[in-house]
T-cell receptor, first 118, second 110 residues
Framework: GAVVSQHPSWVICKSGTSVKIECRSLDFQATTMFWYRQFPKQSLMLMATSNEGSKATYEQGVEKDKFLINHASLTLSTLTVTSAHPEDSSFYIC??????????????FGEGSRLTVL | GQQVMQIPQYQHVQEGEDFTTYCNSSTTLSNIQWYKQRPGGHPVFLIQLVKSGEVKKQKRLTFQFGEAKKNSSLHITATQTTDVGTYFCAGPVGYDKIIFGKGTRLHILP
């Protein structure tokens, strides 16, 4: 089956620093990847849609300059939380869809990255 | 905007009892997907329904897509402890996005 790897699984950083989270599709190409934020016991909040070779599309209310997304290849998207603050602490999850599948096709999720900002 | 609503938010059932979660969309959906997220884990795709009135089964799980393609349900027969988790429905929006319902957290009482 399709595997999406997300790294790091957890990270603790000081307030004001930046953190990069990687999302890789290991055995398939993904033109489109998605980034979500999930608070404890809550649903998946879509943050942005990441498209290979183009700018990400951010959801309303998500700060582009704070959550930098780069999708430089068909197997890698990165999310950088810049100048992190304690309120940015959360569980961040990525998902990917196989290139060539319908735009409503199955999503494969990474394992998630738990960010704690001190 | 388009919304996908899911109820109930929480469900506690005795092991062996049945469980159902319901999903409703504010608009007609071309398809609907269901995902399961175990505690501490990530969502895993369960199934996709496409046809009006479609019913699909996976062992003890029965998935149904409404005739109007605006609602769906997931029914689990004779729940087991391995069924614990949060079940999300998800529907397409626009060209390539998929939006998720808030999920139903299932807790099994031994």
């Amino acid at each position: 089956g399709a595997v999406v790897s997300q790294h790091p699984s957890w990270v603790i950083c000081k307030s004001g620093t930046s953190v990069k989270i990687e999302c890789r599709s290991l055995d398939f190409q993904a033109t489109t990847m998605f980034w979500y934020r999930q608070f404890p016991k809550q649903s998946l909040m879509l943050m942005a849609t990441s498209n290979e070779g183009s700018k990400a599309t951010y959801e309303q209310g998500v700060e582009k300059d704070k959550f930098l997304i780069n999708h430089a290849s068909l197997t890698l998207s990165t999310l950088t939380v810049t100048s992190a603050h304690p309120e940015d602490s959360s569980f961040y999850i990525c998902s990917a869809r196989r290139t060539g599948t319908p735009n409503t096709g199955e999503l494969f999720f990474g394992e998630g990255s738990r960010l704690t900002v001190l | 905007g388009q919304q996908v609503m899911q109820i109930p938010q929480y469900q506690h059932v005795q092991e062996g009892e049945d469980f159902t979660t319901y999903c409703n969309s504010s608009t007609t959906l071309s398809n609907i997907q269901w995902y399961k997220q175990r505690p501490g884990g990530h969502p895993v795709f369960l199934i996709q329904l496409v046809k009006s009135g479609e019913v699909k089964k996976q062992k003890r799980l029965t998935f149904q897509f409404g005739e109007a393609k605006k609602n769906s349900s997931l029914h689990i027969t004779a729940t087991q402890t391995t069924d614990v988790g949060t079940y999300f429905c998800a529907g397409p929006v626009g060209y390539d996005k998929i939006i998720f319902g808030k999920g139903t957290r299932l807790h099994i009482l031994p």
